[in-house]
């Protein structure tokens, strides 16, 4: 089995203005002078990236966005493309995130767009896939999943899925301070591997990293990374303070 090296990125979402921001970003690099074998990647407004670029560019720590459009040009005022995400020192881009699903009307396939877009283009896309609680209580949790992880990778050639990050984030869990158990996160991580398994094959089911995301804090991110088929983790609010955030990092070491 491929060894997958572990994924820890922080999801800033709508929040701070440009000197917190630069702040957070300036405590980050202080305090992670060596990224070792997780890989950190910050993902601030679109509006900040920039300025977040030039102060994490000399460190281990990777740029993500928080979305992009499939188009690579056009009149679609307000959006913004992968070659301009790349352009200004982009690396990563979240597609699918549950907040774009519910909030925005991002369907599966429009996300699937994305995500091929953002290969097209040199990016490496972090595919969201996650059930509501009542699709939880339902007993759909892995038809929820699936039926997104199919619509997200269908563009995609296996080479490509090899180089996608899936994150699982139960949608129960964003932001509400409960956090699915290491037992419950595992077995849909390890029902995602088993689908790429099944559709992609052993060699790119073993290289796809799969993080965890939802209400992940210092003090449950040991247990949660312990998992075997758990790679990384998508932080939210834990995110937006360097100390928790580095804590993260440390405990995926």
Same mark, same amino acid.
């Given at each position: 089995m491929t060894t997958r090296k572990?994924?820890?990125?922080?999801?800033?979402?709508?929040?701070?203005?440009?000197?917190?921001?630069?702040?957070?970003?300036?405590?980050?690099?202080?305090?992670?002078?060596?990224?070792?074998?997780?890989?950190?990647?910050?993902?601030?407004?679109?509006?900040?990236l920039t300025d977040v670029r030039r102060v994490i560019e000399a460190s281990p720590i990777a740029l993500g966005a928080q979305n992009l459009h499939p188009a690579v040009q056009g009149a679609f005022t307000g959006e913004v493309s992968a070659p301009m995400l790349r352009s200004i020192g982009?690396?990563?881009?979240?597609?699918?995130?549950?907040?774009?699903?519910?909030?925005?009307?991002?369907? !599966?396939?429009?996300? $699937?767009?994305? %995500?091929?877009? *953002?290969?097209?283009?040199?990016?490496?896309?972090i595919l969201c896939v996650g059930e509501t609680l009542d699709e939880r209580e339902a007993g759909r949790t892995e038809a929820v999943v699936e039926a997104q992880l199919t619509a997200g990778l269908a563009k995609l050639d296996r080479d490509q899925v090899a180089q996608t990050v899936v994150a699982y984030e139960p949608v129960w869990a964003i932001g509400t301070g409960r956090n699915a158990s290491p037992e419950q996160a595992q077995e849909v991580h390890a029902f995602i591997?088993?689908?790429?398994?099944?559709?992609?094959g052993d060699a790119v089911a073993d290289r796809v990293r799969v993080q965890y995301g939802g209400s992940v804090k210092p003090d449950n991110a040991a247990?949660?990374?312990?998992? !075997?088929?758990?790679? $990384?983790?998508? %932080?939210?609010? *834990?995110?937006l303070d360097a100390e928790s955030f580095l804590n993260i990092v440390a405990a995926a070491r």
């Open positions: 572990q994924i820890v990125a922080g999801n800033w979402k709508m929040h701070m203005t440009r000197e917190p921001a630069v702040a957070l970003a300036t405590k980050l690099v202080d305090g992670l002078r060596d990224g070792g074998d997780v890989e950190v990647v910050v993902i601030p407004p679109t509006c900040l982009c690396t990563y881009v979240l597609c699918g995130h549950s907040e774009r699903r519910q909030h925005f009307g991002d369907t !599966p396939e429009w996300v $699937g767009e994305k %995500v091929a877009a *953002a290969h097209r283009d040199g990016l490496t896309p591997r088993a689908r790429l398994r099944e559709r992609h247990r949660l990374l312990a998992q !075997p088929d758990i790679d $990384g983790a998508l %932080v939210g609010g *834990a995110s």
